[in-house]
Every structure is written in C-alpha cells, then in structure tokens.
T-cell receptor, first 114, second 111 residues
Framework: EAGVVQSPRYKIIEKKQPVAFWCNPI?????LYWYRQNLGQGPELLIR????????DSQLPKDRFSAERLKGVDSTLKIQPAELGDSAVYLC????????????FGPGTRLTVT | GQNIDQPTEMTATEGAIVQINCTYQ??????LFWYQQHAGEAPTFLSY????GLEEKGRFSSFLSRSKGYSYLLLKELQMKDSASYLC????????????FGGGTRLMVKP
C-alpha cells in the first residue's frame, strides 16, 4: 500500500513569491492534515480536512495561506506571498475515519525562503 | 490550550535502556502518542496510550499516568538506528481531537 505522497520534496523561493505544495493521502483515508514543522520543534497543525470540508483551520494564517481539498482526495496548500519566516518543513498526514488515533505522515516538503 | 514538555536531547549507549519522559497539561485529554522521526524523514507512529499503564511493543514500551499528566517512552537494547527524534503528542477531545506535539527529544545512541 502506498503511503502519503507529497511533492515537491524541496523548494527554494525568494520572499514575496508564491508557492504551492501537493499531497495525496493514503487511499480511503477521509481525514487529511497539514502541519508545519520548524527546525528542532514538533509539527504544528495548520488545517484539518474531513473529506472536502475544512473542520479546523484556526492555526492557518489566512492572510497568506490557503488550502483546498477538491473531491475529498488530494490537497494543495498555498502560500502567497511567502515570507522569510515561512521556511520550514510542511508535512501532510492522513488517517481513516474511526481510526483517528493514528496519523500517517508523508515525507514533507522542505521550503526555504530567501 | 496544551503544554507539552519533553527533554530536548538525550544520549545513551548501544545496548542500554533509555527512558524519555513527557509531561502535559490539557483540559480534554483523549490519548497520548509517541512518534519517531529520523532526520529529514516523516514522523512514524510508535505507540498510543489512552488508559493508565504500560503498553509494550517489542523493544519499545510506553507508560501513561493520566492523574500525573505524565508519560514515558522506554527503549530497550538500544541500536544505532534508534538515533532519532521522539515526539510526544496529546490529543484534545475538547478541541476536535486535535493532536498537539511536543518539541521532540533528540536521542543520540553511541557505540
């Protein structure tokens, strides 16, 4: 069974530029999460989807961040414009409904804003 | 909100036993998780505790005391490949079962 797939794995952009990250969760997993992980810290939740509905986006900086999960499968996280402080690893995770105690993480996208 | 504390770094010797502690404060505790994360890789699930006591899984065991807001991860017969960060995470039932992670404990296993 394929795991959570993310792309790109690495991205370097200049500040004020836009950037997008893509996530394909494990097949059949209804719940999808986007986390941000700064160096030496634990992941912090940005947004959680149940199918195509965003049920928890309180930590998402809505002035520059946006996310969508069309058709309740793949998801895209966008930053526009990027700032230096956005440099981090962006992790996508998924879990199946009824088994939300275990989240499966993708390899992440390492973003560097210069 | 939640407050999760765990040591930043630990060092242990190959073949030894190491205990990584985690303390937490939360209003709606609904489970505690331990994840392992090798440098540059995704966190992988290790264990889950929701009731008090010890959960054993091979060389790894996890303990929970809800009254004390305390958990530990015990790693036995340490191997070099166990060098990684270990993340403690608490699920809050009062916040839609949101998972909040601690900062992680970076374990270095030496020969």
């Amino acid at each position: 069974e394929a795991g959570v797939v993310q792309s790109p794995r690495y991205k370097i952009i200049e500040k004020k530029q836009p950037v997008a990250f893509w996530c394909n969760p494990i097949s059949g997993h209804n719940t999808l999460y986007w986390y941000r992980q700064n160096l030496g810290q634990g992941p912090e939740l940005l947004i959680r989807y149940e199918n195509e509905e965003a049920v928890d986006d309180s930590q998402l900086p809505k002035d520059r961040f946006s996310a969508e999960r069309l058709k309740g499968v793949d998801s895209t996280l966008k930053i526009q414009p990027a700032e230096l402080g956005d440099s981090a690893v962006y992790l996508c995770a998924s879990s199946s409904r009824g088994a939300q105690y275990e989240q499966y993480f993708g390899p992440g996208t390492r973003l560097t804003v210069t | 909100g939640q407050n999760i504390d765990q040591p930043t770094e630990m060092t242990a010797t190959e073949g030894a036993i190491v205990q990584i502690n985690c303390t937490y404060q939360t209003s709606g505790f609904n489970g505690l998780f331990w994840y392992q994360q090798h440098a540059g890789e995704a966190p992988t699930f290790l264990s889950y505790n929701v009731l008090d006591g010890l959960e054993e899984k091979g060389r790894f065991s996890s303990f929970l005391s809800r009254s004390k807001g305390y958990s530990y991860l015990l790693l036995k017969e340490l191997q070099m490949k166990d060098s990684a960060s270990y993340l403690c995470a608490v699920r809050d039932g009062n916040a839609g079962n949101m998972l909040t992670f601690g900062g992680g404990t970076r374990l270095m296993v030496k020969p």
